[in-house]
């Protein structure tokens, strides 16, 4: 009887561990050690000493507004996901850049080596101010988990030109005269947008920085991928050695070309760019890009998205790709199906990313297991 009692209790001790999840089911509710439904959008994964942290925007029932702050739950076989509770939370003082209320998008965080601290970028409107301030914020901890020192915000490389522009290319765009292309999409107006007519008028403010990525290159040096100029073009801004400040040299991607969502990875010395159309929180088809030097030429390619909604993203909206920890052949592709009428409802579509004739593709499985990357 005693080794019987002993046997139900042991049963027990080791129920939690047999009822692990094995798969992820993308577009479904994916819940976290607490049975809640992962909060974790616009979101992007740090790995750190053995460990995977997800970053995410915490939604809120009825508002796409930050209520909370970023959201950060910790991982070992990517499928079974604790929460680690608030990285960066919002605040109550009217006023502050991050003020309950404001509009906190695509948190990433990278690791600093120099400094020993953990630095994290997002997408900042000002509370109240629509898309309208469209800037970078920063923030940094000692831990991963947090807390986040909230340290600043605001537009990005004021009085800087693209890195790579010559003479010619700044006086070209320094000729452009806003007042002759007040009407958007004709054809001059295009041509001029290629030229550089938002990164004059940004010059002296700083260029806009909305939907952001960062990526951290084989030579240690951090970037921020973000839509700028009005959404129509990319920048790849270089960070500081510390990664909390923008150095001033950045290059453009796609100008005029109208990409969001930007999510970046690297495989046998390429760089692969996949991102989205503007149609908020609408889907739309992916689009992809490479280039065998980050900043540039990128070169378009078709979506890599297979089978059933592949046209659409499988409904949702690139995020983030993320390179499974000593598999340098592993990948997955991470987006969110938005729900902005309930944007706590949102749902995340993880796929891993199989290469065909060394490109990637994105199929869509009802069901799969990251296991399969370890056997
Ligand atoms: C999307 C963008 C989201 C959010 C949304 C607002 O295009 O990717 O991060 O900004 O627009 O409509």
């Not at 537009?155 to 010559?166: E, I, L, Q, S």
Request: charged share 20%.
């Amino acid at each position: 009887m005693k080794h019987f009692l002993l046997l139900v209790c042991l049963q027990f001790l080791f129920l939690p561990l047999c009822a692990k999840d094995r798969t992820i089911r993308p577009g479904e509710l994916w819940l976290d050690n607490k049975g809640v439904h992962i909060n974790a959008h616009g979101g992007g994964i740090m790995y750190h000493k053995g460990t995977y942290y997800w970053y995410g925007e915490h939604k809120a029932e009825n508002t796409s507004s930050a209520l909370v702050g970023v959201t950060c739950y910790r991982s070992k076989d990517l499928v079974n996901w604790t929460n680690c509770g608030i990285a960066l939370a919002v605040e109550d003082q009217v006023g502050s850049d991050i003020e309950k209320g404001c509009t906190l998008e695509r948190p990433k965080v990278i690791y600093c080596p120099r400094t020993g601290k953990f630095v994290m970028w997002f997408h900042l409107e000002l509370k109240g101010r629509g898309y309208a301030a469209a800037r970078a914020a920063v923030a940094v901890a000692d831990k991963p988990t947090g807390p986040f020192k909230f340290l600043r915000s605001g537009r990005v490389n004021p009085y800087c030109y693209p890195a790579d522009w010559n003479e010619a290319d700044i006086a070209q765009c320094k000729a452009l005269q806003s007042s002759q292309f007040t009407e958007w999409w004709t054809g001059p107006w295009r041509e001029a947008v290629s030229q550089g007519l938002f990164v004059k008028r940004d010059l002296d403010g700083g260029q806009m920085a909305r939907d952001m990525t960062l990526y951290i290159d084989d030579d240690g040096r951090a970037y921020h991928i973000f839509s700028s100029e009005e959404n129509l073009t990319l920048h790849l801004a270089e960070l500081s050695d510390d990664f909390t400040y923008h150095t001033g040299r950045y290059w453009r991607i796609a100008p005029g070309g109208q990409n969001e969502a930007p999510a970046l990875f690297k495989r046998n010395g390429r760089y692969w760019l996949i991102t989205s159309g503007c149609t908020g929180w609408a889907p739309n088809e992916a689009r992809m890009f490479w280039a065998d030097s980050l900043t540039g030429p990128w070169t378009q390619v078709p979506s890599p998205c297979r089978g059933e909604n592949a046209k659409l993203t499988f409904n949702g909206q690139s995020t983030y790709i993320l390179p499974v920890a000593g598999k340098p052949d592993a990948f997955i592709f991470m987006a969110d199906i938005w729900r902005p009428k309930h944007p706590i409802d949102a749902r995340y579509v993880w796929l891993p990313i199989t290469f065909e004739n060394d490109t990637p593709v994105v199929a869509w499985r009802d069901e799969w297991s990251p296991a399969t990357f370890w056997d």
